[in-house]
């Protein structure tokens, strides 16, 4: 059985020797490499802009400026969201206000069609009917509470949560790619978590 | 341990992180903290909230759009052209130094008439002409070039010489015959029985003395 160590090193190996090609300019390399890290880098840019279009041009620059400086770059992976956060800080130092992203799908609508195929009894059709858009309204109404309560949190509770809790770093890559000592990266998780969940309970 | 060092915990200890021992000490000082036991209990209500929290997908053609982003914004065409030219310049401008010199000694040895000359006849006037000590030498012309020769060769014997070298000339052969300077007169005088002959008065001997004949086809 592989451990989740060895995974790791292996992953960390693949990552090296698939940076070291972009590194030497070789673009399908690159095509890669962003394909890798491209959900990182706008999960933390979408958390520090709250809106998905400046996040994806956000994201954008920091694979760009991160290739213009491939040639000094040690650590790729905590360099490239260095990048994404410090273009998103300058981007809300600019004054530009976020906009809600509305996260609606035609998920619900779709399920409907397939049950109303599948099944026989018409009593129970509605039941599940009834269920289903029982459950989708509680989840979006959650999505949008957790939605409004990250945009009032800090830029900086924000971008520790996102790399600990949604990314699974660990306190040692965060600290590398925040600059700030290990004990702070704990202190500040907990707070902002602490916080998030203060915001949340206010908000219901 | 004090509320600052158990609030660095609390995230650990409500995703099951800590070792039996850490964990025994975070809860030791939760027994006795209200406010600590109080964050925890809003850390482990949330930590399921989070879930709720998720980025929109990207388009599929992100990483596409971002490499015609980089190729856009890559070099101008006069500085490719520049660095296929120049770079690294300490490999390529001793290599196109070198080049540039080859081409130009080309260039001169052309102009100079010592390249693309085919045809040995031409080689042989050029040389005539230029060479102040080059021979002049005598023409006979003949209707038969082997009987000329062959009668040639019995002549230079006759007079105490010999035939030092024979080289044919385009349709014409040269005979290059060396003949004992007191017989020189009498085999000069000799040649007019052979045929035509033009004799000039001085230049028909090589630089090493030698009498140089052209025969001629007539």
Redesign the interface.
């Known amino acids: 059985m592989v451990s989740r160590n060895d995974k790791a090193s292996e992953n960390t190996e693949e990552k090296a020797a698939l940076f070291e090609k972009v590194r030497s300019g070789d673009?399908d390399a690159?095509?890669l490499f962003?394909?890798k890290f491209?959900?990182e880098v706008?999960?933390l840019c979408?958390?520090l802009l709250g809106d998905?279009v400046k996040?994806?041009q956000a994201?954008?620059d920091a694979?760009?400026k991160f290739?213009?400086a491939r040639h000094r770059v040690h650590h790729p992976g905590p360099y490239l969201l260095r990048i994404a956060r410090n273009l998103c800080y300058d981007e809300i130092e600019n004054g530009t206000k976020t906009v809600e992203?509305s996260?609606k799908n035609d998920k619900k609508g779709i399920g409907i069609i397939d049950t109303l195929k599948n099944n026989h009894n018409p009593l129970e059709i509605l039941l599940e009917i009834q269920q289903d858009v029982e459950e989708e309204e509680l989840?979006e109404k959650?999505?949008i509470?957790?939605?409004k309560a990250?945009k009032k949190l800090s830029k900086e509770y924000k971008e520790i949560?996102v790399i600990?809790?949604?990314q699974g770093k660990s306190y040692k890559e965060a600290a590398r790619i925040l600059q700030i000592p290990l004990?702070t990266v704990?202190?500040r998780?907990?707070?902002a978590?602490?916080k998030?969940?203060?915001i949340?309970?206010e908000g219901s | 341990m004090d509320c600052h060092e158990i609030e660095m915990q609390l995230y650990d200890l409500a995703t099951d992180r800590l070792t039996d021992e850490e964990r025994r000490s975070v809860e030791r000082h939760l027994d006795a903290c209200t406010v600590c036991t109080e964050k925890l209990a809003i850390i482990r209500e949330t930590l399921p909230l989070l879930e709720h929290w998720s980025p929109p997908e990207l388009p599929p053609d992100f990483a596409d759009q971002v490499i015609r982003g980089i190729k856009l914004r890559q070099d101008p065409w006069w500085r490719k052209v520049g660095q296929a030219l120049f770079s690294p310049w300490y490999i390529k401008i001793p290599l196109e130094g070198l080049a540039a010199t080859a081409v130009l000694l080309v260039f001169i040895a052309y102009q100079s008439g010592y390249l693309f000359i085919t045809d040995t006849t031409t080689r042989e006037i050029t040389v005539t002409v230029k060479g102040e000590d080059a021979p002049q030498p005598i023409v006979m012309e003949s209707p038969d070039l082997e009987d000329a020769r062959l009668k040639l060769t019995a002549m230079v014997k006759e007079h105490g010489g010999m035939v030092v070298r024979r080289q044919p000339v385009g349709s014409d052969l040269k005979m290059v015959l060396k003949i004992a300077q007191e017989n020189e007169t009498p085999f000069l005088q000799a040649l007019g029985r052979l045929g035509k002959t033009t004799a000039p008065p001085e230049h028909y001997k090589d630089s090493q003395g030698n009498i140089v004949i052209i025969l001629k086809k007539k």
């Open positions: 673009l690159l095509r962003i394909k491209e959900r706008f999960e979408y958390a998905p996040a994806r994201a954008q694979f760009i290739y213009d992203a996260g989840w959650r999505k509470q957790m939605s990250m949560i600990i809790h949604y004990g704990k202190s998780l907990n707070r978590i602490v998030l969940g203060k949340l309970m």
